[in-house]
């Protein structure tokens, strides 16, 4: 859990954290993203060199048109200055269409790669980096974040290299002119330069808490939008309301910040322009009324300047967006850079056994070093019988499940199924050998039938309907408009909570792994239904190697051993008759479900 917290940290609390430098960001973007598509790179490079070469010429081509045509008045060079001015605009043209298509082509690719790469990696990381991050903060990031790198990066490697190109050119026009002239002009461009880079720097910071503040409010409406019927039970809608308004007028505070610091480099830079255009006119001027220069020269000089402005403006702005873009990227490569660890050991080989039985030996966990979950627990579960764990609520029952498909890593112990301790053998193997039916149902929102499908992707419709069947949800689901392909809303809201209950025990049958984990897979269950379902997961249960979790007695009476777990520990193990002889915890806890007389008269 120590690895999460960074990333938890709230930036707002954390006015000096020190966010990583430009360079390596962009470094790190480069190698890892742009190299695959260095061929496109260098074509739409080219490109932008010829547009960049055509907006020089177009400067050039103003000394002869002021010289040539207005003042010497020589009619057999009209047409072809003419003809000379229009191609380097339609050159110019065609040049910007290629290159903008195909860096625009290379970036949407970057970010979409990198989205699908933060996804992939978030399905891989641990339970626990779940447990402890909302999940509005992992959307926002897959999705806010991502989107600002997107039009940051496009926007970038569409304009940053032409506006640089062009910028080197028309300066090179500039100096060729008359490089004292140049040299003058020039005094506004370095504290351009360091203006712009300020306000990056700026920019960085601001868009990194925008982000942040939209990671919140992503979590909050997420948790409001599911708890609705909680919401409005308990009329806490202004609270809501109130809860997303403080977030909502932040980000907008945020975002009026950075609109305001990226704006400012527009005064700005029309004020050092204009001063320096005010010292090109000048001393230009004086140089054309002296002689020592042609008017065409000097509309050349200013024509690549003015023309020059445009991308040394259109720079600042694009400054504004990358560091937009990098502080998005530093909080997506942040994600990234999480490893799980629970993961294959090098040396971890497929599970493959006859006999799948699962024994704790002397197995102790804790979620956080201060509260121990389980405290050197031993368990014996032999192959193709049920075995039942009870106790109070945070006894340790659900933790000692969740350790047998290595949700969650074995502190001390060994933890073996078949023979082979869980932690050398890989773990696509462990957990195809395992079915699981929570008190947590977890449904997607699509068809009943690929909700049931999920167990065994490549199941036919006949198995489908055999799955359904004996998990008693064939009758219900035969009896909706659409059938198998009603589609069950988001977390399966349209069904009720037997139903769902039942569409995951189907899941789990027509998955036929050889170990079931049935985690209060009865509880949503009316009296009939759970009638039905017990039948037909005695069904699924014959030759498998099943573990039982139920704080409902009743419906572990049968099972072939029963283990009384209290504050971590096992403290009785047996059958049902035997528990209740001892009239230890299990028989108190049994006595105080069906009642003292019904306990002792068994």
């Given amino acids: 859990m120590k690895q999460f917290l960074p990333l938890l940290s709230n930036h707002r609390d954390d006015p000096d954290r020190q966010h990583t430098p430009s360079w390596p960001l962009i470094k790190r973007l480069a190698g890892g993203y742009l190299q695959p598509h260095a061929r496109p790179l260098a074509v739409a490079l080219a490109f932008m060199t010829l547009a960049a070469a055509t907006t020089g010429a177009m400067a050039k081509l103003m000394e002869p048109v002021m010289d040539v045509v207005f003042q010497e008045r020589d009619r057999s060079l009209v047409l072809p200055i003419a003809l000379a001015v229009f191609a380097a605009f339609a050159v110019r043209g065609c040049a910007d269409y290629v290159h903008s298509v195909m860096m625009n082509h290379v970036g949407q690719s970057v970010v979409a790669r990198l989205q699908n790469q933060l996804f992939a990696h978030l399905l891989r990381a641990d339970l626990a980096y779940f447990h402890a991050t909302p999940a509005g903060q992992l959307i926002s990031r897959v999705i806010n974040d991502v989107t600002v790198m997107r039009g940051a990066l496009a926007e970038s490697m569409t304009s940053i290299a032409k506006s640089t190109l062009t910028l080197a050119i ?25 203006f712009v880079a300020r306000m990056g720097k700026r920019m960085r910071r601001v868009s990194a808490a925008t982000q942040e503040e939209l990671g919140h409010l992503s979590t909050i409406l997420n948790q409001s939008f599911q708890g609705i019927r909680h919401v409005k039970a308990y009329g806490r809608e202004s609270y809501e309301e109130a809860r997303v308004g403080r977030i909502v007028d932040q980000v907008f ?30 001393y230009g001027g004086y140089r054309v009324i002296d002689g020592a220069s042609t008017v065409g020269e000097l ?23 990358l560091q937009s873009g990098l502080a998005a990227a530093e909080r997506v490569f942040e994600l990234l850079d999480i490893r799980p660890t629970i993961v294959d050991h090098p040396t971890a080989y497929p599970l493959v056994a006859d006999r799948h039985d699962i024994r704790f030996e002397a197995v102790r966990f ?6 121990p979950a389980l405290h050197g627990v031993d368990l014996d579960i032999p192959h193709g019988h049920t075995v039942a764990l009870v106790g109070p609520s945070g006894a340790g029952k659900s933790t000692a499940l969740n ?5 969650y890593e074995v502190g001390d112990g060994r933890l073996t199924v078949g023979g082979h301790d869980v ?16 008190q947590e149902v977890a449904l997607f929102d699509d068809t009943i039938r690929a909700n049931i499908a999920y167990g065994r992707i490549d199941a036919d419709e006949d198995a489908i309907i055999a799955a359904a069947q004996a998990a008693a949800a064939h009758e219900f689901i035969d009896g909706l408009p659409d059938g198998y392909d009603t589609l069950v809303g988001e977390h399966g809201v349209k069904l009720s909570g037997g139903q769902r209950q039942r569409i995951a025990i189907a899941r789990a049958m027509l998955r036929d792994a050889p170990i079931l984990l049935l985690d209060e897979a009865t509880s949503s269950l009316d009296t009939e239904s759970e009638r039905a379902v017990q039948e037909a997961l005695r069904r699924l249960r014959a030759g498998r190697t099943t573990l039982v979790i139920a704080h409902r007695l009743s419906t572990v009476m049968d099972s072939d051993r029963i283990y009384v ?26 006595g105080l479900q069906v009642g003292p007389t019904a306990a002792a008269a068994e």
């Fill in 253 to 282: 505070t945020l975002i009026h910040r950075a609109f305001r610091t990226a704006a400012l480099t527009t005064p700005v830079s029309e004020v050092l322009s204009g001063l320096a255009i005010v010292s090109v006119i000048v």
């Fill in 565 to 590: 777990l209290d504050r971590g520990s096992v403290t009785e193990a047996g059958s049902h008759a035997d528990l209740l002889a001892k009239g230890g915890l299990y028989a108190r806890l049994y």
């Fill in 423 to 438: 932690r050398t053998v890989t773990l696509g193997s462990l957990r195809a050998s395992i079915a699981l039916v929570s």
């Fill in 299 to 321: 509309m050349s000089f200013i024509t690549a300047f003015l023309l020059a402005y445009e991308p040394m403006k259109r720079l600042s702005k694009l400054n504004a967006q």
């Fill in 403 to 407: 350790l047998i498909p290595r949700f």
């Fill in 366 to 371: 804790a979620y956080r070093d201060d509260a």
């Fill in 170 to 194: 028309l300066v090179g026009v500039m100096f060729y002119q008359d490089w004292v002239l140049a040299l003058g002009a020039f005094i506004a461009f370095p504290l351009a330069g360091a």
